[in-house]
């Protein structure tokens, strides 16, 4: 594993008192980055963290220029010795731990008949083999202090298969029972572990340029827009313990379902 040469920010502003850090794992252009900034803005240290590390510098580059604490790392979360790494390095480096989030994607459109065993299995690693380490490794460092916030970014697949879709459902199906098993078990030691399923279109340059009809037509109100999917993962973290949600679902007011 890797990281980027991009420091922690020695900005304290709004900085969380003692220093806690927020781990956003599959920190994307949407949804990913928006929970990290959102994070950011409350003065937790973000540590954000894809396969391909350097794709974070920007998300880094805006907190810190907000005054915010963030840092960027190059993860395979499919990888155990690398995920167990991460938690390791940020606990030593940058701050305990009390949020993590698990948004790696997976989402892969294709015929029964066209998947193959080897892509099958790599969008089923995505999906719940890393969710799986990422939620081991989340227990192993906040379980000590009985307090933290494990969030699951679900999808529409995660309640109901659709044709072509086989494969992703699959792994966010597993993903969502995971959820459920670590939210029953790590609850009555101090954990809130939730699953947002996101069920509709967010709003992201992947989408405007190959949904592109479809994001005209539903209009501003007809796709998510990810700053508002991010207010949601805070709320999340800051309910009170008698009145945990396990389970949200977030759509457009126009989506069908």
Known sequence: MTTSNQPA???TKGAVNPPRACCVIGAGDATGSAVARRFAR???AVCVARRTGAALQPLVDS???QGGQARAFALD???EEQVS???????AE?????VVVFNVGGNVRLPILEITARKYFKVWEM???AGFLVGRESARVMLPRAHGTLLFTGATASLRGGAGFAAFAGGKAALRALAQSMARELGPQGLHVAHVVIDGLIDTAFAREHFAQR?????TDGVLNPDHIAETYWWLHQQPRDAWTFEVDLRPSVERW
């Not at 940058?94 to 009390?98: D, G």
């Not at 994001?215 to 209009?219: N, R, T, Y």
């Open 63 to 65: 907190i810190v220029a």
């Open 77 to 79: 979360a499919r990888r």
């Open 9 to 11: 920010s020695a900005s």
């Open 127 to 129: 999906c719940a083999l």
């Open 94 to 98: 940058v701050a305990p731990i009390e």
């Open 42 to 44: 409350e003065g937790y």
């Open 215 to 219: 994001v005209a037509e539903a209009g």
């Open 85 to 91: 790494a991460f938690f390791d390095q940020v606990e």
